[in-house]
């Protein structure tokens, strides 16, 4: 069983490598903004706003990803016998 803080750290690592691909993705697009989002967001070219609104899908998937196994997690902790208003499986 995973527990929440594992999940969170993978969430982590998986955002922080996406980030990584996205700045490498914007500089080849658009070397004049060395990479940096809010440059690309505001003076980019065309390929450069393409690759910020894929990095903005795959983190939009990915948290979507990490909520769903968080709010498991959160279940599986609080067994069976305790079941709280807050939890989305238990109502």
Same mark, same amino acid.
């Given at each position: ?7 969170? $750290? ?9 980030? #990584? ?12 903004? $060395? ?9 980019? #070219? $065309? ?24 709010d498991?997690?959160?279940?599986? #902790? ?13 109502k």
């Open positions: 069983m995973k527990t929440t803080s594992r999940i969170y $750290d993978q969430h982590q690592r998986i955002y922080a490598s996406l980030m #990584n691909v996205t700045k490498l993705r914007i500089r080849r697009a658009h070397p004049e903004t $060395d990479g940096n989002s809010l440059l690309a967001h505001n003076w980019g #070219n $065309d390929e450069a706003k393409a690759a910020l609104a894929w990095s903005y899908e795959q983190s939009k998937r990915e948290r979507e990803v990490y909520e769903r196994l968080y498991i997690a959160q279940h599986q #902790n609080h067994g069976a016998d305790f079941k709280p208003l807050w939890c989305q499986y238990c």
